[in-house]
């Protein structure tokens, strides 16, 4: 069963993970200098919140988080189908896991992911550029691999 991913920047992380640690009435699964993520089952969401140098202020960006390769697969088969280009990022180390990713933003720009996590790491990671992805250019291939093109 998918789960919705939600990642906010916030500027006080320690205020943060109180608040939102009140408000789901669960402590954060995940906690580092500069990220906390809660894995709730109700309702059922990957909310993380980051701090610092990888973070801006507000929603990052929304996901689905698939729980096997299975259904990343179907995932990724209704990425491929919307109307806009997918930045399939592939094997990537993000939010101190390890997970197979691609992107895309909606008409109005709203940055997706869809990933399977299969492991922790130890460091942040890197994220791409996906400010160009999200830049309303639809008919735009700018940040998408040549490999992939528009959908």
């Known amino acids: 069963m998918k789960r919705l991913h939600v990642h906010v920047g916030v500027e006080n992380l320690d205020a943060s993970i109180g608040f939102y640690s009140t408000m789901f009435g669960a402590e954060p699964s995940v906690v580092k200098d500069d990220y906390a993520k809660w894995m709730l089952e109700d309702p059922r969401v990957n909310f993380a919140i980051s701090a610092g140098n990888h973070a ?31 930045l399939e990022e592939g094997r990537t180390t993000c939010c101190y896991a390890k997970s ?52």
């Open 56 to 86: 801006r202020k507000g929603i990052e960006h929304l996901g689905i988080q698939a729980e096997s390769a299975e259904e990343l697969g179907e995932v990724y088969g209704r990425l491929k189908a919307a109307d806009g280009p997918v």
């Open 100 to 151: 197979e990713k691609s992107w895309i933003a909606d008409p109005d720009g709203i940055v997706w992911e869809a990933f399977f996590t299969d492991g922790e790491a130890t460091t942040y990671g890197d994220s791409p550029a996906l400010d160009q992805l999200a830049s309303n250019d639809t008919g735009s291939t700018c940040c998408v691999p040549k490999s992939v093109g528009a959908a």
